[in-house]
């Protein structure tokens, strides 16, 4: 079964602009990561948020959990050119595991 | 963020040959990772070593791929006889503790020919 999806798909917002991500998965979590990737690159951790969270802050990015729906958001304001990259959620699943599974992503751009 | 560096940066082979990709941790740690990504797809979980062993593999993970730590800081993963369908982005990830946030690599691009 597919444990991340995330929507959109794709976003394309102009710089400045606040961009959301949405991230749904099935089990049960310990902890749920963001990760962003540019093109053909490495993936570069963004933020934790662990099951008994609801909200975190990094800078310009807000991270909410919910565990009864089994979502988490990504947030990123007064978004920059920068920002371009795709998004990822991954988590864990509480039983005895720290392999991650991935979300199919968010291809996000920013216009400048 | 601990640093984590990978070799090569690309791997272009033929088919049927071995590969031998690198990952150097530059920080204490306890659970190494690898996963792939081919072009346009997810990132699938192949292994994870801890202590010394491997602490879970995932179905991708067959007979023709190893793991190890040769010199106790290097981790390594090896694909015995490269298939085509093996080219894909090939990231490690450390992590210092459990639950803990997984770090990852410049990833290794092995393209089979």
């Known amino acids: 079964s597919q444990q991340g999806e995330e929507d959109p798909q794709a976003l394309s917002i102009q710089e400045g602009e606040n961009a959301t991500m949405n991230c749904s998965y099935k089990?049960?979590?310990?902890?749920l990561q963001w990760y962003r990737q540019n093109s053909g690159r490495g993936l570069v951790h963004l933020i934790l948020?662990?099951?008994?969270?609801r909200e975190k802050h990094s800078g310009r990015l807000r991270v909410t959990l919910d565990t009864s729906k089994k979502s988490s958001s990504l947030l990123i304001t007064a978004s920059r050119a920068a920002d371009t990259a795709s998004y990822f959620c991954?988590?864990?699943?509480?039983?005895?595991?720290?392999?991650?599974?991935f979300g199919t992503g968010t291809r996000l751009q920013v216009f400048p | 963020e601990p640093e984590v560096t990978q070799t090569p940066s690309h791997q272009v082979t033929q088919m049927g040959q071995e590969v031998i990709l690198r990952c150097v941790p530059i920080?204490?740690?306890?659970?190494f990772y690898w996963y792939r990504q081919i072009l346009g797809q997810k990132v699938e979980f192949l292994v994870s070593f801890y202590n010394n062993e491997i602490s879970e593999k995932s179905e991708i993970f067959d007979d023709q791929f190893s793991v190890e730590r040769p010199d106790g800081s290097n981790f390594t993963l090896k694909i015995r006889s490269t298939k085509l369908e093996d080219s894909a982005m090939y990231f490690c990830a450390i992590q210092l503790q459990e639950d803990y946030e997984q770090y990852f690599g410049p990833g290794t691009r092995l393209t089979v020919t």
């Open positions: 920080s204490n740690h306890l659970y």
């Open positions: 948020i662990r099951s008994n969270e």
């Open positions: 991954a988590t864990d699943a509480a039983y005895n595991t720290d392999k991650l599974i």
């Open positions: 089990t049960s979590i310990n902890n």
